[in-house]
């Protein structure tokens, strides 16, 4: 079969789940994922044929994206901060706005130094491992409640030749954070049960709950749970790094003035305040 006619069928099945760009950039994900096949390879030869085990893979792919499982779980990987990282249901799929954060932290922290870095909640490993990439120097550790995450983590952390003290761990939980830290960094669970009408299918049916909802009583539950532990464990000069709700960047810059801390909050390239840094006055 051409693989042309077998992205007229995949356009045509996926037309009114979602727009015609997207589906062909899918299609594109997945041939160059699978068959190291992109979408140039295609225009110089558009009569590229597919075999019978092809069109399956692909036929598989169709039916996730039917049922809007991300496409990064079908591939079963995906890229942030330049480097890849392998996913599935047991983690968050890193966002762009993430990726921020990390460049936010890597410009007040300099490669040379051998400073002391903590990520909380680190589901993937996204954030500690693109510093760790970065940071060849400094010291990092890793906390996430899931055993399943931390599976991911340390895959990640491997393919990406970082050494990282990942640890098993319920924030809620931890009355002190062993050591002293130069910097806490945090992406924790902070959508409301009321915004889930907000969500795509792709995040509500395929994204770890725990990793994602908190109560709409009590929004602010991990970060402050965390900036009190920071206030203790941080060194002099030592910065908190948080991705926030954007509908709730006041009340958590608030809560965190509240503990002692200046802060300042960031826009992410989307015009939306989603980071807050905090510095022990």
Partial sequence: MKL??????????????????????????????FFKINRLNLALNPELEI???????LESALAGLKNHEPIQHIIGE????????????????PRPET?????????EFFEEESGR?????TGSGCIAISLAKNLPEAQISAIDISEAALVMAKTNAE??????NFIQEDILKTE???GNWDVIVSNPPYVRELEKKEMHRNVLEYDPPTALYVKDENPLIFYEKITKLAKSSLNPSGK????????LAEETEKMMQKYGFSTELRKDLFGNFRMLKGELR
């Fill in 78 to 93: 995906t890229e942030f901060f330049g480097l890849t990282f392998k996913v599935d249901k047991n983690v968050l799929v």
């Fill in 51 to 57: 075999d019978k085990s092809q069109i399956e893979k």
């Fill in 176 to 178: 002190a954070l062993k």
């Fill in 99 to 107: 990726e921020e954060l990390v460049e936010w932290i890597l410009e």
């Fill in 117 to 121: 870095i903590l990520d909380i909640g």
């Fill in 240 to 247: 908190l790094y948080f991705e926030i709700n954007q509908y």
């Fill in 159 to 164: 393919i990406n030749n970082v050494d990282i």
């Fill in 4 to 33: 042309k006619a077998q992205k007229e069928i995949f356009t045509k099945s996926l037309e009114n789940e979602y727009p015609v760009e997207e589906v062909h950039s899918f299609f594109f994900m997945l041939t160059e994922a």
